[in-house]
């Protein structure tokens, strides 16, 4: 049988398109860094909403080359390179597994916004992760109205990637031979050594670096600037221009999962506080740039940050202590700052059961992330004396590392075998909702939630059904009418998920009031602190959480956590 994902629940079609292009044809933000001098191209998919009468064929899940990417995720859980190669040559349902996006379909101007410009987000993937292994999360906010740009990371920590020479042309079959490099992953390690900070923060200062251009790339296809796509069979790029909202600042929304939480956290807060007094102390700084850029207009304290099981490790290099300890710019003490509303934190349950981890995430989504433990009083804005709330921090009980990326939906018997990851539609649901909500309260307007991801609430809230705050009601030429449905099918206002969480199954919230001394050393500080460990408590822990609905608990062993944080 062939693995198959779910349809979105979204009323638009979703569209997807690959998009790579010379790097050289890009304004960077900063210089290029000193192990990326090889990679000359930048790779994203990005997925849209799409016409209704979109028919195009579907894409593949798996990347091409396909052998090769099968091959190096048999490696990856352990086959040898002889094994992994035989692996990649029997017959695989794999290899037609299809995401329910429609390869280079037609989008449209949003008409839920007056200039027709749709909201945007970067999404950036953890380890051995690539552009296709969150198409779930991604397609499922396009099918809501958002457009999706999701790189693929050649610092090391896709599976596997492929990089363009721009100057080549093919010459033989496959049409990769000759003019693309083949990278594998690259295995570090999670050990809590010097030569591990040292390692990640070269793949940071890539993925910063990419991050970076990734916006450039947003700002020029919007503004119709003519680019050479090597994917030569996508569609003109034209068709996007002037419909993304990319221009106002602090509109664009950044998410990650993983690896990529903690690369969103450091390009955020980077480029926030790029030349500020409190980072001159920085030898070496991961991303520094330029002040009168796009990318530092664009970052303010309103962009909505969403962090998907953050892997925490690789902000605790003692050698970046100065950005560790500044907040996520929702918390600035400046006017307008929304605090914890505009930064949404989901985490699995076996993050949750790594106690000292747990309590390092409390920290750095909290105001003063500096501070040993997390206190209430630290909540308000010093600019208007207005108190600020903590971020929108959840869990989802029953869930693995895995869970939010496409793995689980596809493989639900393996991935529940091998990581007791379970429940896998039920996670992506609840995260869905999250996302959409946390949108919706800072002003993105997208589509009202589906009943479809509502079955796991216990009872309806009668005031939900009935509202009509950020309703989204417009048509044109045909396109979906958000909200045909009655308001029993769809809800514009989905306030459940963040106000009664205790009545939705197996979703519970996370009090980072009074968390973070079960955390390890912050960077060079000691405060009585044991040093971080790379393995998962299998204690419980004292933090406040709540959930409603059991689904039995997780054992977390440190070699399923090492293999976890890399997928």
Aim: charged fraction near 20%; proline fraction near 6%.
């Amino acid at each position: 049988m062939i693995p198959s994902f779910p349809h979105y629940t979204g009323p638009y079609q979703v569209g997807s398109i690959d998009i790579e292009i010379p790097v050289s044809e890009l304004e960077s933000p900063v210089s290029t860094p000193s192990d990326a001098s090889d990679i000359r191209t930048v790779l994203v998919r990005v997925f849209y909403p799409a016409t209704s009468e979109s028919q195009d064929r579907n894409v593949y899940w798996l990347p091409s080359p396909q052998r090769q990417s099968l091959s190096a995720y048999a490696r990856f859980v352990g086959l040898g390179p002889a094994a992994a190669s035989i692996v990649s040559f029997i017959p695989r349902h794999t290899h037609y597994t299809k995401i329910p996006a429609h390869k280079n379909a037609a989008t449209f101007a949003s008409p839920l916004a007056s200039d027709g410009r749709w909201p945007t987000a970067i999404f950036s993937h953890g380890l051995a992760g690539c552009r296709n292994s969150y198409s779930y999360i991604a397609g499922s906010l396009a099918s809501h109205g958002v457009i999706v740009f999701c790189p693929e990371h050649r610092d090391g920590s896709a599976i596997l990637t492929m990089v363009r020479n721009p100057s080549a042309r093919a010459r033989r079959f496959p049409n990769w031979w000759g003019t693309a490099e083949m990278r594998l992953y690259l295995d570090i390690g999670h050990e809590v050594t010097a030569g591990t900070f040292k390692a990640r923060d070269r793949q940071l200062r890539i993925r910063l670096w990419e991050l970076g251009l990734v916006h450039s790339l947003i700002i020029a296809i919007d503004r119709g600037q003519k680019l050479s796509n090597l994917k030569t069979s996508a569609r003109s790029l034209d068709q996007f221009a002037d419909k993304m909202d990319v221009h106002r600042p602090g509109k664009m929304v950044f998410m990650g999962h993983s690896f990529g939480a903690a690369s969103i956290v450091q390009f955020i807060k980077s480029v926030y506080y790029a030349n500020s007094p409190a980072l001159k102390g920085l030898a070496d700084p991961l991303f520094t740039p330029h002040r009168d850029s796009n990318l530092c207009a664009q970052i303010t304290h309103e962009n909505v940050v969403i962090l998907l099981d953050m892997w925490c490790l690789p902000l605790f290099d003692p050698s970046t202590t100065a950005l560790l300890e500044l907040p996520l710019p929702a918390y600035d003490n400046v006017r307008g700052a929304p605090g914890g509303k505009a930064i949404l934190a989901v985490d699995s349950e076996q993050f949750v059961k790594w106690s000292e981890h747990f309590h390092a995430t409390a920290r750095i989504v909290s105001k003063r992330p500096g501070q040993r433990v997390v206190s209430q009083e630290d909540f308000v804005n010093q600019a208007t004396g207005a108190k600020m709330d903590p971020a929108r921090f959840f869990w989802v009980h029953g869930s693995a590392h895995m869970n939010q990326s496409d793995f689980c939906v596809l493989f639900p018997w393996l991935t529940k075998k091998m990581f007791k990851a379970g429940h896998p539609e039920q996670v992506l649901r609840l995260n869905l909702r999250a996302q959409l909500q946390v949108l919706r309260e800072n002003g993105v307007v997208v589509a009202e939630t589906s009943a479809k991801d509502r079955v796991d609430d216990e009872r309806e809230d009668a005031n939900n059904r009935s509202s009509s705050h950020g309703s989204a009601r417009a048509s044109v030429d045909g396109e979906p009418e958000l909200g045909h449905e009655n308001n029993c099918t769809r809800l514009s206002y989905d306030n459940t998920i963040f106000d009664m969480p205790d009545t939705i199954k197996a979703w519970g919230r996370v009090d980072i009031f009074g968390m973070g001394a079960e955390s390890a050393n912050f960077g060079r500080k000691t405060d009585g602190a044991k040093p971080m460990s790379n393995s998962a408590s299998d204690q419980g822990t004292s933090a406040t959480t709540s959930t409603n609905g059991g689904q039995g608990d997780l054992e977390i062993s440190q070699e399923t956590l090492a293999q976890q944080i890399s997928v």
